[in-house]
């Protein structure tokens, strides 16, 4: 298996536009994570899945940030409109189960200007 | 809910000494405590865990150690090489459904390991 695949790996976008984050998890794993990773805050996660319906979003600001995960095999973290404080690194991380192994993506450098 | 606080932010060992990073969590039902390393430019990739019934695990020249009653746990890496060089987190998670089923990280030691 070739892993956790996130694209893009860089995305560089203007204040404003929408911004789409794609993941695709490793097959089998049942449970999918985004996470964000700042200087100032660490690892906050934004939201998971378990088995394609989300879990917990309590940690993504919702006015802006919605995520999605259509089927087994593919999730996307959308941001509308974009800010420049959403600048950070964002990982997709999926596992079999809960408390085991995460597999992290290479993760998506975002940066609003 | 859990917060994990990670000491210290930066750490600068020798070649060769030993390397110590603790961890406190706060939730008592976290039963649950992996250790990630990053490397320049990729994901966190798991390195060690440990669960509640457990005191201490080994793997190689990695330990880690668990304290339930303080609500503390440690990462001891021995024989320390250049490429020990990285980002290492603590993480805690009670592993229920929910909001609680959440990994919870620490804020990150960044290692630097001198030929």
């Known amino acids: 298996d070739a892993g956790v695949i996130q694209s893009p790996r860089h995305e560089v976008t203007e204040m404003g536009q929408e911004v789409t984050l794609r993941c695709k998890p490793i097959?089998?794993?049942?449970?999918l994570f985004w996470y964000r990773q700042t200087m100032m805050q660490g690892l906050e996660l934004l939201v998971y899945?378990?088995?394609?319906?989300?879990?917990?979003d309590s940690g993504m600001p919702k006015d802006r940030f919605s995520a999605k995960m259509p089927n087994a095999s593919f999730s996307t973290l959308k941001i509308q409109p974009s800010e420049p404080r959403d600048s950070a690194v964002y990982f997709c991380?999926?596992?079999?189960?809960?408390?085991?192994?995460?597999?992290f993506g290479q993760g998506t450098r975002l940066t609003v200007v | 809910g859990e917060n994990v606080e990670q000491h210290p932010s930066t750490l600068s060992v020798q070649e060769g000494d030993s390397a110590v990073i603790k961890c406190t969590y706060s939730?008592?039902?976290?039963?649950?405590f992996p250790w990630y390393k990053q490397e320049l430019g990729k994901g966190p990739q798991l390195i060690i865990d440990?669960?509640?019934?457990?005191g201490e695990k080994k793997d190689q020249r990695i330990a880690v150690t668990l304290n339930k009653t303080a609500k503390h746990f440690s990462l001891h890496i021995t024989e320390t090489q250049p490429e020990d060089s990285a980002v290492y987190f603590c993480?805690?998670?009670?592993?229920?459904?929910?909001?609680?089923?959440?990994?919870?990280f620490g804020k990150g030691t960044k290692l630097s390991v001198k030929p």
């Open positions: 991380a999926t596992s079999i189960g809960v408390n085991t192994e995460a597999f």
């Open positions: 097959s089998g794993h049942d449970y």
């Open positions: 899945f378990n088995n394609k319906a989300v879990m917990d």
């Open positions: 939730d008592s039902a976290s039963n649950y």
């Open positions: 440990i669960r509640s019934n457990v």
């Open positions: 993480a805690a998670s009670t592993g229920y459904g929910g909001s609680q089923g959440n990994l919870i």
